[in-house]
T-cell receptor, first 111, second 113 residues
Framework: GESVGLHLPTLSVQEGDNSIINCAYSNSASDYFIWYKQESGKGPQFIID?????DKRQGQRVTVLLNKTVKHLSLQIAATQPGDSAVYFCAENRDGNQFYFGTGTSLTVIP | DVKVTQSSRYLVKRTGEKVFLECVQDMDHENMFWYRQDPGLGLRLIYF???????EKGDIPEGYSVSREKKERFSLILESASTNQTSMYLCASSLYLGGTEAFFGQGTRLTVV
């Protein structure tokens, strides 16, 4: 499954499938990006980050891709599990001081 | 295990009350932040602090003030609570401004009636 930026805030995938969550950022000068996961009733948790001098970064079951040409960021989750159900936010650092967060995508994993 | 702790999970206050939200971090971070989170609007920065007694306005500071008297503690103050301040409030801390991840507390859900 795949979401498209801020216009499709929900995504449902079957357990075991791969998930792709997308995010469009606004400032071509942004140089650092983070994906956060927020489970119900909890604060956001860091998943993975990427700096603008990279196109791709991999973690455990997660990959972040950065396309600076079109100002697009994506989070890929491999073999999605029920515990991955949460809201996922991208955050961009535009001015060196603070992060700007997207509105988030709600991921639901169907057993 | 790093930790950002917010003093309350849930608060209910009356319109016009002065409200204090407290946040403590144990990571010796210089920088601390207060956000509010509303459906469809994501996280919006209210204030941040890059050192003791230093503060900077974020995107939505109106109706709020902050206090940072000690490095580990950052307080958000609603001078006169209003119903439009009903929201989830999230505190965070980071080692560097903008260049490293921020660690978040569990959030305080404030309801103003």
């Amino acid at each position: 499954g795949e979401s498209v930026g801020l216009h499709l805030p929900t995504l449902s995938v079957q357990e075991g499938d791969n998930s792709i969550i997308n995010c469009a950022y606004s400032n071509s000068a942004s140089d650092y990006f983070i994906w956060y996961k927020q489970e119900s009733g909890k604060g956001p948790q860091f998943i993975i980050d990427i700096r603008s001098n990279m196109d791709k970064r991999q973690g455990q079951r997660v990959t972040v891709l950065l396309n600076k040409t079109v100002k697009h960021l994506s989070l890929q989750i491999a073999a999605t599990q029920p515990g991955d159900s949460a809201v996922y936010f991208c955050a961009e650092n535009r001015d060196g001081n603070q992060f700007y967060f997207g509105t988030g995508t709600s991921l639901t994993v169907i057993p | 295990d790093v930790k950002v702790t917010q003093s309350s999970r849930y608060l209910v206050k009356r319109t016009g009350e002065k409200v204090f939200l407290e946040c403590v971090q144990d990571m010796d971070h210089e920088n601390m932040f207060w956000y509010r989170q509303d459906p469809g609007l994501g996280l919006r920065l209210i204030y941040f602090s890059y050192d003791v007694k230093m503060k900077e306005k974020g995107d939505i500071p109106e109706g709020y003030s902050v206090s940072r008297e000690k490095k580990e503690r950052f307080s958000l103050i609603l001078e006169s609570a209003s119903t439009n301040q009903t929201s989830m409030y999230l505190c965070a801390s980071s080692l560097y401004l903008g260049g490293t991840e921020a660690f978040f507390g569990q959030g305080t859900r404030l309801t103003v009636v």
